[in-house]
């Protein structure tokens, strides 16, 4: 008998674990394809041939920011990007970019749905930037 009901607490909790395991595949899913409608990943050579007609946003916190960034970018963290709304230009592309891409993705998104249309991401990050930086 405990045998059985050890059997069956297990099962449970295996049932459990698999619903929360897809749950968070299904969430990233979801931002993955709201990511791709809402900005064009570019690569690092494409990201410096655009750059300069752009506005460079580092969506990293400031402590980040100021150990190490593209020169040019400047920082809107994305914990303030619902505030900072009105530091983008609706006329100009904007051009994201955070550590690896997942900040840089939902803040695409966010943008995207504010209105603005000309948003680009970072494919690998600031991590793989081979381009000039600058420290503060």
Known sequence: MK??????????INII????L??????????????RRSAKVL???????????AQVVDIREREDFNAGHILGARNIPYSTLANSYGSFRK???????DRKKSLAVRSAIKL????YKDIYIL??????????TKRK
């Open 43 to 53: 690569t690092e050579e494409e990201f410096k041939e655009g750059m300069r007609k």
């Open 91 to 97: 006329d100009q592309p904007i051009y994201l970019y």
């Open 3 to 12: 045998l059985f009901l050890a059997i069956k607490t297990l099962t449970v």
């Open 17 to 20: 674990l698999g619903i929360l």
């Open 112 to 115: 995207k749905k504010q209105g």
């Open 22 to 35: 897809l749950a968070i595949l299904l969430h990233e899913l979801y931002i993955y394809i709201q990511g």
């Open 123 to 132: 494919k690998t990050g600031f991590q793989e930037w081979t381009g000039k």
